[in-house]
Structure formats: C-alpha cells, structure tokens
C-alpha cells in the first residue's frame, strides 16, 4: 500500500477493535513511539478500562515520567492490513488534539516500511 507523505504524517481512518465495538481513528505514524498508544476515550469505546488495568509502564513526556497503562487491543486494522493482539499504552495527546494516537513500533515493527520523501511517498508492505 502507498500513501501521500505530509509533515506529521497522520494516517486517517484506522481501524481499532476491542471486546465491544470498533471505531475509526486518526493518528500519526511514529517511528520513534515504541508502542502504538490510543487516547483513553477511544480505548474506553472499545470495551476496555484503562483504569482498572494491572498492567502499566513508564512513559517519559514534557512533564516528567508518568505510568501508562499497557494492554492489547484484539485488532487494528489499516486498509487492507490486519494485525491482533497488538500491545498498546493508553495515553492522552493533548498537543496533538486533532488524532487519537500514535501508530508506532508495536505495530509498525511487523511490515516492510519505506519512506521516500524526496517522492512524497510511505509505502507499507
């Protein structure tokens, strides 16, 4: 699949499957993001409760090292690639209020990805 590269890269109409409901998101492609993160809004719509998860991991932002809750979402799926059982950490991106996440390592780490910006294209195999 080949996508139009724009600064950030923000790819549209994700699709994130939980326990209870599915939901299209926004977010952008993060190479340096070790896992794909979702808002806890988009996580709670799916069926999860981030609160309530045994599981949490340190996540350092602009304001210090914060614990985050890590779980796995059953599905994502972008176009016509599936991946499940994908880990995930529920985070807020308050400076980036247009998306719902990052899309990074934890699912990105699976496929061939190329970015040729000279060309203006991401391509993912």
């Avoid at 499957?17 to 977010?27: I, K, L, N």
């Amino acid at each position: 699949m080949k996508i139009s590269l724009q600064i950030p890269i923000i790819i549209e109409r994700i699709k994130v499957v939980g326990p209870q409901a599915s939901r299209e998101v926004d977010m952008i492609f993060d190479t340096g993001a070790r896992y794909t993160s979702f808002s806890w809004d988009t996580l709670k719509d799916i069926g999860y409760d981030p609160a309530g998860c045994p599981d949490r991991i340190p996540m350092i932002t602009a304001n210090g090292s914060i614990e985050v809750p890590l779980l796995k979402v059953e599905q994502i799926n972008w176009e016509n690639i599936v991946l499940k059982n994908v880990p995930v950490i529920c985070h807020n991106i308050p400076e980036l209020v247009s998306v719902d996440g990052l899309l990074g390592l934890s699912f990105l780490q699976h496929f061939e990805i190329f970015l040729n910006f000279k060309q203006g294209i991401l391509e993912i195999k």
